[in-house]
């Protein structure tokens, strides 16, 4: 079991920044793919941003040219740096990192209001 814990989530006004960070109890470095995920109420949960191994970024195209995901193996922690946030960007934010398997966090609310 890989334990995910996110943090930075809260309450920001439209078109305000935010910065989401996930730590991972393991070494990071040999994860296939660590990533974020976020599920709105009655909505199913979607990709939000992946990086792999090797670097390569992945966005949903509701948050491209907003949002910046980044990995830093020595903290062994993924980030998600989030700018121009709009209320439909409302939702539990999950990390997750495949290591073989695909291991979960607990999520972290954002909530997007003025």
């Known amino acids: 079991q890989v334990q995910l814990v996110e943090s930075g989530g809260g309450l920001v006004q439209p078109g305000g920044p935010l910065r989401l960070s996930c730590a991972a109890a393991?070494?990071?470095?040999?994860?296939?793919?660590m990533g974020w995920y976020r599920q709105a109420p009655v909505k199913q949960r979607e990709l939000v941003a992946t990086?792999?191994?090797?670097?390569?970024?992945q966005y949903g195209d509701s948050v491209k040219c907003r949002f910046t995901i980044s990995r830093d193996n020595a903290r062994k922690t993924v980030s998600l740096q989030m700018n121009r946030l709009k209320p439909e960007d409302t939702a539990v934010y999950y990390c997750?990192?495949?290591?073989?398997?695909?291991?979960w966090g607990q999520g972290t609310q954002v909530t997007v209001s003025s």
């Open positions: 990086i792999s191994s090797g670097g390569s970024k």
């Open positions: 393991v070494s990071i470095f040999s994860a296939d793919v």
């Open positions: 997750s990192g495949t290591w073989g398997s695909v291991y």
